[in-house]
Nanobody, 116 residues
């Protein structure tokens, strides 16, 4: 079983930056890919960014050039550096781990609010 614990959310003004962290534990050797998803009120959960073990990344078009996903394998932690934040980035952000056995694990979510 993989456990994911997120941190780093909060309130930020438009144009500001935040860094989210997600620490994985338990069965981390089975993880093929980690990433971030978000869900705004009244909307479906959507992919924000993912990163494979090999270092390949994928981003939602709406965050390209503003967000960067990275991973520290020694700490089993994935990060999402968010810059030039916009009000439309407001959402609950969820960490995701996808394993070699095609199982999905989710963190509890962390709120990001972009508002002046």
């Amino acid at each position: 079983q993989v456990q994911l614990v997120e941190s780093g959310g909060g309130l930020v003004q438009p144009g500001g930056s935040l860094r989210l962290s997600c620490a994985a534990s338990g069965g981390t050797s089975s993880i093929d890919r980690m990433g971030w998803y978000r869900q705004a009120p009244g909307k479906q959960r959507e992919l924000v960014a993912t990163r494979t073990n090999g270092g390949s990344t994928s981003y939602n078009n709406s965050v390209k050039g503003r967000f960067t996903i990275s991973r520290d394998n020694t700490k089993n932690t994935v990060y999402l550096q968010m810059s030039s934040l916009k009000p439309e980035d407001t959402a609950v952000y969820y960490c995701n781990a996808f394993t070699a056995t095609a199982r999905n694990y989710w963190g509890q979510g962390t709120q990001v609010t972009v508002s002046s």
